[in-house]
C-alpha cells in the first residue's frame, strides 16, 4: 500500500515540475537528469533542448534562493533528504546527477 502512495505521489510531482503526467519511472540517472533539465528549462521560461547538462549552474543565473527551491523540489523525486547546497557542491547537471547515484546507488537507466 505505501508503495502505491509513494508512485502517486511522485506521478503528482512529476506532472506539476515535469509538464505532463506518465507512469512514474523507477529513479535512475536519466531520470533524474531529465528531471533536472527540464526543472532548469522551467525556470529559465526556455526549452528543454537548450539546457547544456555539463554547463554549470551559475552560467545560468541561478542565484542562491533557486538553487534551494530547486534543491527542495530534488528531495521529493528523491525522497531524500538533501542538503540545500547540492547546486553549490555539483556545480552541473551531470555532476549533481553523478553525485546522487553514487550516493543513492542507483543504475544509469532505468
Do not use: C
Amino acid at each position: 500500500m505505501e508503495q502505491v502512495q509513494k508512485s502517486a505521489g511522485l506521478l503528482g510531482f512529476l506532472k506539476k515540475f515535469g509538464g505532463e503526467a506518465k507512469a512514474p519511472e523507477p529513479l535512475s540517472a536519466a531520470v533524474i537528469r531529465d528531471w533536472l533539465v527540464r526543472r532548469l528549462a522551467k525556470q529559465l521560461s526556455m526549452p528543454p533542448s537548450e539546457i547544456d547538462t555539463s554547463q554549470s549552474f551559475p552560467s545560468y543565473g541561478l542565484d542562491s534562493l533557486v538553487a534551494v527551491q530547486v534543491s527542495g523540489d530534488l528531495e521529493k523525486l528523491v525522497e531524500q533528504r538533501l542538503s540545500p547546497a547540492l547546486l553549490f557542491e555539483y556545480s552541473s547537471i551531470d555532476a549533481l546527477t553523478n553525485h546522487l547515484v553514487a550516493e543513492l546507488r542507483l543504475p544509469e537507466t532505468a
